[in-house]
């Protein structure tokens, strides 16, 4: 690292090798900028597309596993109508059996209407002696016996076979219901199960686009790592031209005037974070200890004094952080 003049560094800025260089630096710069970002929102995208495949494939597991609990229900239900259908089967057969004897007790009902009927002729009609109208009245009594006995076990009979059909039609009834809701879960576990598939298959094209992504963000990060090797070349080469220190943001002289001091020239604007306003190529003097965290104006002769530097430096340090001064200009020195 040289040691200058302010005069020197500002005709070394101000010439044709150092325009010339600074052009070259400005697009090595640029294109690590252009790389730098296209390696970034590459390697988001590829972030994204892993974490959208990993997600559509947690559903089509969910989905898969909604369409076996689907199944696994229309499989229940089916089971179920299937075995209330036996069910209505055999109460089916009972109830057969009952309506035949039914049918024989209104046979015989009827045929005791008939006796009873006649009995009833029998005692209405006059008698010649005593001893026959006993008899006659004794047989309708009989007759009414028998008719009220048969005609109980008629009712009984006809009110079971009434309940066995109601039971016969609640169970085709709830047959029925079951299997058309096993009919239903079954539609609806072939839908999820080719969601599922969809899914799976979504899955697999976003794993595939993510390795591409991926393959092109390593392509822009070889890319991004040459071009900063072309800027850092670039920061080299300066050193090499112009007897300067490079640093990643400054290009620094030693002063000739002054041992405990150099000259800072910016490689770009700093919006914040200095205690002046810099702009890019503007010169200012630094101490050797503090360096660019605390920047003055660049000047010929010697620098601020110790206890003056500390003192200035606590004023920017404590008091408020403006970067430049009430018209506009850097803060004097």
């Given at each position: 690292m040289k040691a200058v003049r302010l005069a020197e560094v500002k005709e070394l800025l101000s010439g044709q090798p150092f325009a010339a260089w600074w052009s070259d630096l400005g697009r090595a710069v640029a294109a690590l900028k252009e790389a730098r970002v296209r390696h970034e929102d590459l390697v988001a995208q590829a972030e994204m597309m892993e974490l959208r495949s990993?997600?559509?494939?947690?559903?089509a597991i969910d989905a898969f596993s909604r369409g076996g609990d689907a199944e696994d229900r229309g499989r229940a239900e089916a089971a179920e109508a299937q075995a209330l259908e036996n069910r209505a089967l055999e109460l089916v057969g009972t109830y057969e059996e009952h309506r035949f004897k039914t049918s024989d007790l209104?046979?015989?009902?009827?045929?005791?209407?008939?006796?009873?009927?006649?009995?009833?002729?029998?005692?209405?009609?006059?008698?010649?002696a005593a001893k026959a109208k006993a008899q006659a009245e004794t047989a309708l009594r009989e007759a009414e016996r028998e008719h009220a006995r048969v005609r109980g076990?008629?009712?009984?009979?006809?009110?079971?076979?009434?309940k066995l059909w109601?039971?016969?039609e609640e169970a085709w009834s709830k047959s029925c219901e079951r299997a058309l809701l096993a009919a239903e879960h079954d539609a609806g576990a072939r839908v999820i199960r080719r969601d599922a598939e969809r899914l799976f298959k979504e899955a697999e094209e976003r794993r595939t686009r993510a390795k591409q992504l991926r393959a092109d963000a390593d392509a822009a990060g070889r890319e991004r790592a040459e071009a900063d090797r072309k800027r850092v070349e670039m920061l080299r080469t300066a050193q090499e031209r112009f007897g300067c220190m490079a640093g990643d943001g400054w290009l620094y002289w030693r002063s000739r005037d002054d041992k405990r001091s150099a000259f800072a020239v910016a490689l770009a604007d700093l919006p914040d974070g200095a205690n002046v306003e810099v702009k890019a190529?503007?010169?200012?003097?630094?101490?050797?200890?503090?360096?660019?965290?605390?920047?003055?104006?660049?000047?010929?002769?010697?620098?601020?004094?110790?206890?003056?530097?500390?003192?200035?430096?606590?004023?920017?340090?404590?008091?408020?952080?403006?970067?430049?001064?009430?018209?506009?200009?850097?803060?004097?020195?």
């Open positions: 990993e997600l559509a494939q947690r559903a209104w046979y015989r009902l009827g045929g005791a209407e008939k006796r009873l009927e006649e009995r009833r002729e029998a005692a209405a009609a006059p008698a010649d076990e008629y009712e009984a009979a006809d009110q079971r076979r009434s109601g039971e016969v190529l503007s010169i200012f003097t630094v101490g050797l200890q503090r360096g660019v965290s605390f920047l003055e104006p660049a000047r010929e002769g010697l620098a601020l004094t110790v206890e003056e530097g500390d003192r200035r430096f606590e004023e920017y340090l404590l008091g408020p952080r403006k970067g430049t001064g009430g018209d506009g200009t850097p803060p004097a020195p």
